[in-house]
């Protein structure tokens, strides 16, 4: 609240001076596809992001039912299958964090479109940030519930991530772009020491010391080698990814802010898919690793909605990167009654993420009866 109420009063006080002076260079509109309805010059762009919000009620009320089934279910089990003793430990709260991102992504989405303008534009992607972080928490923590990151640090981060956001819309210096970069190594480096490398380091204790050195194991040193490289790898792209940033500078930091985030999330989303499919089928003890039908069937969805989505995305009818005038050449009219390609963007990515959502509640369901002792780690 404290976030959406200072913006919606600054893009209704920027819509009413549009309004008011008549000047069109105000407001980044697709003028040959609005439509006024009540307070809103354009009602069609607003009211599209009406999906994110259905979206988002419709995980939380999924999410709500799933947990009170698994508490019916959890009287009915004998000792030995008790949550406390078997599955993977869930923390619903991030599941319900993801469901109210979703919802404040419509909200705020929809005041950056009552008067679109360069400037505005952060308030449409604060909300994809903290949906990027809660999925890479929600994935780790499926693993690792005693080290999860705690939310106070996290949007720390994400506060740091909205300040630089901010300097960057009022300047393109080289001297800010290398700040940028190298703070965004800094977090994704103290990322992979705190997440991915502190429960490693009790494996290789034994190896430092001289009195217990036959303890070590080549398992241990070897778990950490793999790690080690992975962690590398990380790095190595997170540095290709800055190096095209400062070769392209362009004006607006939020959409680098945002790629990073999805980049480093879709590659730990992918890295924690293939260990469990690697264990499923190559080794003979963790058949319960793989994936439902159900959890597939919700990551193809989840892809194509994506897929089209970015579709609709790239066909932009205006631009508030470019000069007015400029923007306005891209104009072009409806696709469909009163929206344009931009509000089949916001339909198709509401449906994506909404899938993406249920992929990941659904992901470990093979495991909820797998005593806790056997489920591997990584």
């Known amino acids: 609240m404290f976030y959406l109420l200072p913006v919606l009063q600054l893009v209704l006080n920027h819509q009413q001076v549009y309004h008011d002076s008549g000047n069109q260079d105000v407001c980044y509109f697709n003028f040959k596809c609005m439509s006024r309805f009540w307070i809103f010059e354009d009602f069609g762009h607003v009211f599209s992001n009406f999906s994110y919000l259905m979206s988002g009620f419709l995980f939380i009320v999924l ?13 009915h089990w004998n000792e030995p299958y008790h949550p406390d003793n078997c599955g993977i430990p869930d923390q619903y709260g991030i599941h319900y964090a993801l469901g109210l991102a979703l919802i404040m992504e419509g909200l705020l989405s929809a005041c950056y479109h009552i008067c679109p303008t360069t400037k505005n534009f952060q308030f449409d992607t604060t909300f994809m940030y903290v949906i990027g972080l809660l999925i890479f928490l929600k994935v780790y923590q499926f693993r690792h519930p005693d080290i999860t990151q705690k939310a106070r640090k996290i949007f720390l981060i994400l506060g740091a991530a909205l300040t630089i956001e901010v300097i960057g819309y009022y300047t393109t210096d080289t001297v800010f772009w290398i700040f940028f970069v190298i703070l965004d190594l800094i977090i994704v480096i103290y990322f992979i020491v705190q997440n991915h490398t502190k429960r490693y380091l009790t494996d290789l204790t034994p190896c430092v010391k001289l009195e217990t050195l036959r303890s070590c194991t080549f398992s241990s040193v070897s778990k950490n080698v793999k790690l080690f490289s992975l962690s590398l790898l990380v790095i190595l792209i997170n540095i290709s990814l800055c190096i095209v940033i400062v070769w392209l500078r362009k004006p607006g930091v939020s959409r680098y802010i945002l790629f990073i985030i999805m980049a480093n999330m879709m590659l730990y989303v992918v890295y924690y ?18 994936l439902r039908k159900t959890t597939c069937v919700y990551l193809i969805l989840s892809l194509t909605f994506a897929a089209i989505a970015l579709y609709y995305f790239k066909t932009e009818r205006k631009k508030g990167s470019y000069s007015p005038a400029e923007s306005r050449n891209l104009n072009d009219y409806c696709e469909m009654g009163i929206f344009d390609t931009h509000d089949l963007w916001h339909f198709c990515s509401s449906s994506g993420l909404l899938f993406m959502f249920m992929f990941i509640l659904t992901l470990e369901d093979k495991n909820v009866a797998v005593k806790r002792k056997k489920i591997p780690v990584f």
């Open 63 to 75: 999410v709500h039912r799933r947990r009170s089934k698994y508490r019916n279910l959890c009287i």
């Open 273 to 290: 898919v293939s260990k469990k499919l690697h264990y499923r089928f190559f080794r003979t003890k963790c058949i319960n690793e793989g």
